[in-house]
């Protein structure tokens, strides 16, 4: 999900396109749903970062998944 805060619409679908393969890259835990919401840095960065941003955020909250 992304607002209009986040941008254009050339902004918003870059920002969900990386949230998206953000979080199909990234393991969280089993048993949980999980909601992104865009912001407007998110238009700005590259996968990279919105990885490493993403799978600091889920260990932070205990939903990160763990290694085996």
């Known amino acids: 999900m992304a607002s209009r ?9 870059r920002a969900k ?4 393969e ?5 393991p969280f835990a089993p048993g949980f749903d999980v909601v ?3 912001r407007a840095a998110c238009a700005h960065g ?3 970062s919105v990885r490493a941003e993403l799978a600091r955020t889920l260990e932070e909250l205990g939903l990160a998944q763990e290694s085996v």
């Open 5 to 13: 805060r986040v941008g254009g619409a050339v902004a918003r679908n």
């Open 17 to 20: 396109r990386l949230l998206r």
């Open 22 to 26: 953000a979080a199909q890259t990234v």
């Open 36 to 38: 992104l919401v865009a």
């Open 46 to 48: 590259d996968l990279a």
